[in-house]
């Protein structure tokens, strides 16, 4: 695939933080904005678009739920992964003045990760459903009063002022994103620091999961992340995303796998992929 010339999806409005991390990761590639997480993924498997940018996770607000729903059904695999951190920016229609602002369009989840600034300069938060929406209303609204707490971007997009930068509480916010395609890596693409995601489901009996990963340890094969998901409306069928360090060619991660097989009903690999610097960055 020609970088130059390809399409990048990604869920929200342009501005948002996914638009974003399309343009760190892939400056050349068109981004492609969609509503929900099913369009992006649908995008792709269709052949209208090459890559899909997809939040997994945040240091505050946790893991993306809607999109662990999504992975078992899709036929793309996970070919790289972007940390970015998360910036806030308060921003209004040109030539407001901060001290006129009284309310703050965002997302529930940046609402709540600037709680200090809002409730230092006495704004009231307002829902919207994403970042970028909310800059897109403040235009469309043209009052006064009214900001939106919106990546930096946004403002670019829709025309406005930034009153205040960087206004999360937080300054760890960040987001982990998982970069979906068509077709999986090549070994020799991977390189030696991979990481390999993938979904199963235990077999329902005593220790089942304890067993399961037995085979991790005994071969000295490194688990970075296992969450738990219940499946089809049960509270006994569950379902697991896992990931770890190596790559399935490798023997010992071959054997892992193989002890796991033996304690699970399914077994789906989501994608080997080379681990972002910024994993280990906190090591």
């Not at 390809?6 to 974003?20: C, D, K, L, T, V």
């Not at 999109?67 to 793309?76: C, D, Q, V």
């Not at 806030?88 to 940046?110: D, K, N, R, T």
């Not at 068509?182 to 077999?203: I, K, M, Y």
């Amino acid at each position: 695939m020609d970088m130059r010339q390809g399409r990048i999806a990604y869920q929200g409005e342009p501005g948002a933080n996914s638009h974003i991390a399309c343009n760190e990761t892939y400056p050349d590639m068109e981004p492609v904005a969609c509503k929900t997480f099913e369009d992006v993924l649908s995008l792709v498997e269709r052949g209208d678009a090459d890559l899909a940018m997809i939040p997994v996770e945040n240091t505050i607000a946790g893991r993306v739920g809607d999109i662990h729903h999504l992975l078992p059904a899709t036929t793309l695999n996970i070919i790289g992964e972007h940390f970015m951190p998360i910036r806030f920016q308060l921003m209004a229609l040109p030539g407001v003045e901060l001290s006129q602002v009284s309310q703050a369009h965002s997302h529930i989840m940046a609402l709540g990760q600037c709680r200090a600034f809002m409730r230092e300069h006495g704004i009231e938060p307002i829902v919207a459903a994403d970042t970028a929406g909310a800059a897109r209303i403040v235009k469309e609204l043209g009052e006064q009063t009214t900001a939106a707490i919106a990546p930096e971007l946004a403002a670019e997009v829709y025309g406005l002022n930034i009153l205040a930068r960087d206004i999360e509480d937080a300054e760890h916010n960040t987001t982990r994103f998982v970069i979906m395609a068509p077709d999986p890596l090549e070994h020799e693409d991977v390189g030696d620091d991979a990481v390999t995601s993938f979904l199963f489901q235990v077999r329902n009996i005593p220790a089942a999961l304890y067993k399961a990963m037995g085979g991790f340890a005994t071969n000295g094969v490194n688990m970075t992340k296992l969450e738990s998901y219940q499946i089809d409306g049960s509270f006994t069928a569950t379902q697991f995303y896992a990931e770890i360090e190596g790559h399935p060619d490798e023997r010992r991660v071959q054997l892992a796998l193989e002890e796991l097989g033996f304690f699970s009903t399914s077994l789906k690999i989501m994608g080997v992929f080379p681990a972002s610097a910024a994993r280990y960055a906190n090591r």
